[in-house]
């Protein structure tokens, strides 16, 4: 079972953790606790590197994925800048000719390591998060619109709502509500709750809590002070104002009652 520490701290750049598993043939390896969020809700993984030492050898690999399977979190290893000097030679039977692969380190069962955040990367993902949330919050109070799907790149993302009509105008105008939220700079506060007493909250009820697996004894929180709270497993930053401005680039008809909404953020 791995430890999810960004669960509770968004902010974490740097964390150590114990391998646990090694995967020689993907090249990936389990820890007992990451600071890498493994994707899902929409948000996509995070990456970074990873290094150990080894007698006297400092190891450094990169993350290029992280992904979670049953309770545990594999890290997908690539070289870094600082191991690619390293090499094996191998001749292709088709062409005869030379080629050098890189040798990725793999450290063993028992191994500390400290992992590394991309943190331009995981920021960026965190305001793009916490602006969709604004931007469900906003949807819901304002015009009563339920959101039914989404998904997000650093800076980017998209929304669906169930919207009968959307128009310029309208869009425009959600789009200055959003903004509105933006600077009121509300706090953004995750609490992780007994299920029994997260079915009981009418807003989490709403944004359908009884989809979440029965396994599932715990619900992770995000609540958007005074505006939305939601279900949430995903990183976010911690008072709107740090989201930056948002910008509606389009809007799309998905079907009778599913519009679509395109977004993009800029540094406030």
């Known amino acids: 079972m791995t430890l999810l520490l960004a669960h509770t701290d968004s902010y974490l750049r740097e964390f150590d953790g114990v391998v646990t598993h090694v995967d020689h043939e993907a090249c990936a390896l389990i820890l007992d606790r990451t600071a890498f969020y493994p994707g899902g809700g929409g948000q996509p993984c995070d990456t970074g590197t990873i290094y150990w030492i080894d007698g006297n050898i400092r190891h450094e690999v990169g993350i290029i994925k992280a992904k979670k399977g049953g309770g545990d979190v594999s890290h997908y290893l690539t070289p870094t800048q600082t191991e690619s000097d390293d090499a094996i030679s191998f001749s292709s039977q088709d062409t005869g000719?030379?080629?050098?692969?890189?040798?990725?380190?793999?450290?063993?069962?028992?191994?500390?390591?400290?992992?590394?955040?991309?943190?331009?990367?995981?920021?960026?993902?965190?305001?793009?998060?916490?602006?969709?949330?604004?931007?469900?919050?906003v949807v819901w109070r304002n015009y009563g619109a339920q959101v039914t799907g989404g998904?997000?790149?650093?800076?980017?993302?998209?929304?669906?709502?169930?919207?009968?009509?959307?128009?310029?105008?309208?869009?425009?105008?959600?789009?200055?509500?959003?903004?509105?939220?933006?600077?009121?700079a509300r706090?953004?506060?995750?609490?992780?709750?007994?299920?029994?007493?997260?079915?009981?909250?009418?807003?989490?009820?709403?944004?359908k809590i009884n989809l979440v697996p029965v396994s599932i004894t715990e619900i992770r929180t995000v609540e958007i002070v005074g505006l939305d709270l939601q279900a949430d497993g995903g990183t976010h930053v911690s008072n709107t104002r740090e989201v930056g401005r948002l910008r509606v680039l389009d809007y799309k008809s998905k079907g009778r009652i599913n519009k679509r909404i395109y977004i993009a953020l800029e540094d406030s």
Not at 124 to 136: E, K, P, V
């Open 97 to 137: 000719t030379v080629r050098s692969q890189p040798v990725i380190p793999l450290p063993t069962v028992g191994t500390t390591i400290t992992g590394v955040i991309d943190w331009d990367r995981r920021y960026q993902l965190m305001r793009t998060h916490t602006a969709m949330h604004i931007l469900c919050g």
């Open 151 to 184: 998904n997000m790149k650093p800076l980017n993302g998209r929304m669906d709502f169930e919207f009968e009509n959307l128009n310029r105008e309208l869009v425009d105008e959600i789009e200055e509500k959003v903004n509105t939220e933006v600077l009121a």
């Open 187 to 207: 706090e953004v506060r995750v609490t992780i709750l007994p299920r029994n007493e997260a079915e009981q909250i009418p807003d989490l009820i709403r944004t």
